[in-house]
């Protein structure tokens, strides 16, 4: 069984900062991509960044040049550090990973269950 576990979701002021962390723990054999997706409420869960083992990050254009991704292999974490936050960054982060569990033929997506930022005007 694969775990993820977010944290440091809560309230922000707009224009301030928040960092989230997501750790992976379980029966995980090795991880590919590691990313970030946010959901508002009544709208769709939404990429927000990524990065995969080797290469360069990818952000959705809303969040460039604000947001960095970041991840520590050694300890199968992931951060997000949120800057210069706007209202509509309000949404619940869901920590998402590619990963195999050295059993099943292929890599598979696995999710956390999320934590709540809410960016106060």
């Known amino acids: 069984q694969v775990q993820l576990v977010e944290s440091g979701g809560g309230l922000v002021q707009d224009g301030g900062s928040q960092r989230l962390s997501c750790v992976v723990s379980g029966s995980i054999f090795s991880i590919s991509a590691m990313g970030w997706y946010r959901q508002a409420p009544g709208k769709q869960r939404e990429f927000v960044a990524r990065i995969p083992s080797g290469g360069a990050a990818d952000y959705a254009d809303s969040v460039k040049g604000r947001f960095t991704i970041s991840r520590d292999n050694v300890k199968n974490t992931v951060y997000l550090q949120m800057n210069s936050v706007k209202p509509e960054d309000t949404g619940r982060y869901y920590c998402?990973?590619?990963?195999?569990?050295?059993?099943?033929?292929?890599?598979?997506?696995?999710w956390g269950q999320g934590t709540q930022v809410t960016v106060s005007p």
């Open positions: 998402n990973i590619l990963g195999w569990n050295g059993r099943d033929l292929n890599a598979r997506d696995y």
